[in-house]
């Protein structure tokens, strides 16, 4: 059974940092691209940014304007967001998703889903 547990949520400041998690198993975890999908109240879910499955190959979505970092840990099972200079209109909950080819970019097919974590952003 796949199972994508998200971490790392929290309440930040306008301009702070915070780093998500992502903990995968029940798939051979390098074989996948991953990533994250995020979806603000009121609003649809969006691509955010994606990783392919050996990592050499890094996606992300053109709003972020390199605020946002992806990156995984093949010997952990894990992958990571790394957010910076946090603006309110970030505030979304976020999800860690699971591809189902070894490179995917938005567009691709993203056939499993974590539970997801909230981000807020705000004073």
């Known amino acids: 059974e796949v199972q994508l547990v998200e971490s790392g949520g929290g309440l930040v400041q306008p301009g702070g940092s915070l780093r998500l998690s992502c903990a995968a198993s029940?798939?051979?975890?390098?074989?996948?691209?991953i990533g994250w999908f995020r979806q603000a109240p009121g609003k649809g879910r969006e691509w955010v940014s994606s990783?392919?499955?050996?990592?050499?190959?890094?996606y992300y979505a053109d709003y972020l304007k390199g605020r946002f970092t992806i990156s995984r840990d093949n010997a952990k099972n894990t992958m990571y967001l790394q957010m910076n200079s946090l603006k309110t209109e970030d505030t979304a909950v976020y999800y860690c998703v699971q591809c189902d080819q070894s490179y995917c970019a938005g567009q691709g097919r993203y056939i499993y889903w974590g539970q997801g974590t909230q981000v807020t952003v705000g004073s």
């Open positions: 029940g798939f051979t975890f390098d074989d996948y691209a």
């Open positions: 990783i392919s499955g050996s990592g050499d190959m890094l």
